[in-house]
């Protein structure tokens, strides 16, 4: 299983690089712009907006998150794995923990330049603001882990008719509200929210796993 996953990381690692380099240089394209042809209140505002370079990196490994979940399924790698000797669950959790895996190296680079713009800013380089970061990526994760879920439920369906799969559909739909209400919740403790958004995204992983692990066919 773990072989899997650096195998994984490995092969996606310019997939990722190239993810930041370009998610990095949209950012600073866009302060090099606001330097030259923004108002004086958009120049003096510079800084602060140059904080925010953990939101790119993050998006950007999003994305790449997305491109390894397309090329698995375009490649039908699952179908190559399963002659492996390895148990179908352990394909299983290989398939959520990869994206995941990549989400979380752009957390760690996100949260290393984050406090570098802080100690420039002036601020504690280690701030309680590290929390924002944490929530932005634990909330991009779900939605990476969804992707994964739907396709799941998709092949459940194939299996069974539409109604035959409307509890885990039901269940999907509960999630991202549960999501939804995370996010736009009154609640003002973000470590609170962070960690009912780290849960809930482990609880669609499992989710995944579960449906997997139900699959009779491994084709798609």
């Given at each position: ?24 240089a949209i950012f600073i394209l866009v302060l090099a712009l606001l ?119 998709i092949e459940l369906r194939h299996r069974r008719s539409w109604t ?18 995370i996010q736009l919740g009154p609640w003002d403790s973000l470590a ?29």
């Amino acid at each position: 299983m773990w072989r899997l996953v650096r195998e994984g990381l490995r092969f996606y690692r310019s997939t990722l690089l190239i993810s930041w380099a370009v998610g990095a240089a949209i950012f600073i394209l866009v302060l090099a712009l606001l330097a030259v042809f923004g108002s004086v209140q958009e120049r003096s505002g510079l800084p602060k907006m140059a904080v925010q370079i953990p939101l790119p990196i993050l998006i950007a490994s999003m994305i790449a998150g997305f491109i390894a979940i397309g090329t698995e399924r375009s490649e039908n790698r699952v179908r190559m794995q399963v002659m492996l000797p390895l148990r179908v669950g352990e394909i299983a959790v290989a398939r959520v923990l990869l994206p995941t895996a990549l989400m979380l190296v752009g957390l760690a680079l996100a949260h290393a330049l984050f406090g570098v713009m802080l100690a420039v800013e002036g601020s504690a380089a280690l701030s309680p603001r590290h929390l924002t970061v944490d929530f932005i990526g634990v909330q991009l994760l779900f939605w990476l882990q969804i992707a994964l879920a739907v396709r799941e439920v998709i092949e459940l369906r194939h299996r069974r008719s539409w109604t035959g799969a409307l509890g885990p559909k039901a269940l999907l739909v509960t999630a991202v509200a549960l999501m939804a209400l995370i996010q736009l919740g009154p609640w003002d403790s973000l470590a609170l929210r962070a960690s009912g958004a780290a849960a809930l995204t482990v609880l669609v992983m499992g989710f995944t796993v579960a449906l997997f692990l139900r699959r009779s066919l491994f084709t798609k």
